[in-house]
């Protein structure tokens, strides 16, 4: 086993075991002094509440966007200087929401970018001309897109797609696939997207670094975000996440972030970051920054509701199969029970719930409709009949966001390829809002009844019966 996640709840200098606390939050060379340390021993949700700290000159409790794209130097010598020189290099908003990032992931830098595709580009970059890529098999399209579409012909990059998630003779597929000294970058999405399975992050990042120690380990953890995963304590060397999605939670903000302890790491990001230029705007880390001080209590919820509905379609007659990792029927649930940061093992624990009876890990799930995998129509029909749940890309916002991944998000993933993943017309991608189930469930009902329906009366009391046994368990 890798290093064992505990819930040190931040150790900003990213070592467990250095018990020295002066090392600050996560310091780029053109970030202002910190007149607000948060104790490295405070825990997650005092943390987020606390990501930013009131101004010093005004005392206001939310700092203001700094909007300015320049600021006055004292003289010529700016090389190394702490205060914001230019808005590209650093501003306070930004700085604000990467020391928030760097504690929420147990890292020491976090570095962000303008999108969670930004961090990807910025991440390749560490590869180089004719460099290797080993990644899972099924992950988010953009990512695809880059390994297949854009660096395999601009810099002759070829990427081995692997199974990382079936456990069996796993160690020998990361072999295989590794070509030593070649093999630069080990890319992990855990969960996988749009199929939600895990990836055995530490015993993934042990098995390529045991072929070669160079390799770097990224795991796109955007499906989880830090509340239910914490990959550097696990052994990844980065762990990035789609801001747009979970971690500013409300659909208005296109960002991206990568934490890492490694200073080398950092540099090279911050080198991508300042001289390629994707960087977000002040406004967008302020925005972010107000989604992050509610994501314990939102990712509670996100959960919660997420597995009662997993609960609820698992019962439904006219649902033939329904992929959420916090089911005990689904391959990946001894796994969250490992993998979970025990703060959200803990929580869960101490609402009283039985974790054998199901675990609420995050607000993503597929299922299948009963129909004809290689048939568009039946979901495409679904989708289009829901009055409450949105038909829309995207996901980890406050609103329930539906949609079909082979016609939407995974169209360019080649169609045997994509068969072999799972990934039929039948395959439905709910991103589970924080609505109230109960409409998110009667919503469902009714489009199911209308395309693939109607129930006949006995199993519609089996529908409402196993609602009835949902209240009292979940
Ligand atoms: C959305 C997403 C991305 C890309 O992020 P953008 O902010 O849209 O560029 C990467 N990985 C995963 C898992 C995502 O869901």
Redesign the pocket.
Known sequence: MAPTATDTEATPNGNANNNSNSVALAAPTDSPPHHHDPSPTLRFDTLTTHNAAPEQSTGALIPGIALATAYAVDDVHIQGVSRPTYTRFGNPNRNTFEESLAALEHGKHAIAFS??????TALVGLVGNGGHIVSVDS??G??HKIFTQIVSKTQGIETTFVDLCTPQGLEERVKQAVRVGQTKLLWI?SPT?PDIRLVDIARVSKAAKAQDPAITVVV?S??TSPWYQNPLELGADVV?H????YLNGHTDV???VAIVRDDALASHLRLHQSALGAVPSPFDCWLATRGVKTLGVRMREHGRNALRLAQWLSAHPLVRDVVYPGLPSHPSFELVARQMTPRSKQAQLDTGLDLSQGIQYSGMLSFRLDCDPSDSEPGARLLKELNVITLAL???GVESLIEQPSTMTHWMVPEEERLKLGIGHDLIRLSVGLEDVRDLQDDLDQALQKVLGPVSSTDQSQISVTNKKRKTTA
């Open positions: 999108s969670g595709t930004a961090v990807t992950l988010y953009g990512t999405e997207n796109d955007t499906f990035m789609s801001v747009t999605k296109l960002m991206g995207s996901l980890g």
